[in-house]
């Protein structure tokens, strides 16, 4: 009889920092998704903020580079696809983002979301999720390339 794999919810390849890796290490010996609600607070470092009947609302523990705030909306049911959202999910995803910019008086950002395949899309973690991105203030004359860089692929 053939051995069926194991579940992936995670993409090691896809880490940026040790502390990353080593955590991402761990979600995938659990054979466990990080971002379903009842493993978020075991396997994942994401700080919650705002909870909502579709989506929790967080902070990344490794954000992306230039970056002042950096959230995280995950959808509060295993979703990987766009198409497994329920009703009312893009409603409540505008509310929570809605709310992170008046109360974290967001200036500007960036609203941003990969689904499906991880191997393919960029994302690490295999849990349709949605990011809301605060660049650093910068200064049109800055010499140094200060993007913020969200990576599809």
């Known amino acids: 009889m053939t ?5 992936s919810f995670v993409d090691l390849s896809k880490a940026r920092v040790a502390e990353q890796l ?12 990080p971002f379903c609600p009842e493993n978020l607070e075991r396997l994942s470092k994401v ?22 705030d950096h959230l995280l909306a995950i959808a509060t049911y295993h979703a990987e696809s766009i198409a497994d959202l329920r ?20 200036k500007s950002g960036g609203l941003c979301m990969r689904f499906g395949d991880i191997t393919q899309n960029g994302a690490t973690v295999n849990h349709v999720h949605a990011h809301i991105i605060v660049p650093r203030p910068h200064t049109a004359d800055e010499e140094v390339d200060k993007k913020v860089r969200f990576k599809i692929w």
Request: charged residues 30%; proline residues 7%.
């Open 22 to 33: 080593e955590v991402m290490q761990a979600i995938e010996e659990s054979g466990e998704c």
């Open 87 to 106: 009703p009312g999910a893009f409603d409540e995803l505008q509310d929570h983002a809605v709310w992170a910019e008046r109360e974290l008086e967001i």
């Open 47 to 68: 700080e919650v903020l705002r909870k909502g009947a579709l989506w929790i609302l967080g902070r990344n523990h490794w954000p992306y580079k230039n970056t002042t």
């Open 3 to 7: 051995e069926i794999p194991p579940v």
